[in-house]
Nanobody, 128 residues
C-alpha cells in the first residue's frame, strides 16, 4: 500500500486547509486511517483516526471541534479538514493506515507503532 498526501500549504491563523491522502491497493476499504503530525524538533503526534467504514472517529484533544476526518472508500481517499487553524498546528502531516495486523493491532491507536503504512507527509504552516 502506498499513501500519497497532498493539500498542505501556508495559511493565516484562523484559516482552513483540507488535506487529502490517496491510497493504492485494493484493501483500502478495510483499513482504519489516521493522521499524525510532526513539528520541528518534536516527536510524531497523533491527530485523529477514522474506522474502516467511517462510523467511528477519534481526535486528540487539541484539535477536537476544529478538525474533521472523513473517508471515501470509492476513491481510496481519506481527508483531514482543518478549520480555525492556529500557529501551533504548524507541522508536517502524515496519513497512516492501520491494517489490523497481528503484532500491531494491540497497540494504542495513538501510537505510531499501531500503523502499518505511512505517507510521505505534507507541510502545513500557519502564520500568526
Amino acid at each position: 500500500v502506498q499513501l500519497q498526501a497532498s493539500g498542505g500549504g501556508l495559511v493565516q491563523a484562523g484559516g482552513s486547509l483540507r488535506l487529502s491522502c490517496t491510497a493504492s491497493g485494493r484493501s483500502f476499504s478495510t483499513y482504519a486511517m489516521g493522521w499524525f503530525r510532526q513539528a520541528p524538533g518534536k516527536e510524531h503526534e497523533f491527530v485523529g483516526r477514522i474506522s474502516w467504514n467511517g462510523s467511528s472517529k477519534y481526535y486528540t484533544d487539541s484539535v477536537k471541534g476544529r478538525f474533521t476526518i472523513s473517508k471515501d472508500n470509492a476513491k481510496n481517499t481519506v481527508y483531514l479538514q482543518m478549520n480555525s487553524l492556529k500557529p501551533e498546528d504548524t507541522a508536517v502531516y502524515y496519513c497512516v493506515a492501520d491494517a489490523n495486523r497481528i503484532g500491531t493491532a494491540e497497540k494504542s491507536i495513538e501510537s505510531v507503532s499501531r500503523y502499518d503504512y505511512w505517507g510521505q507527509g505534507t507541510q502545513v504552516t500557519v502564520s500568526s
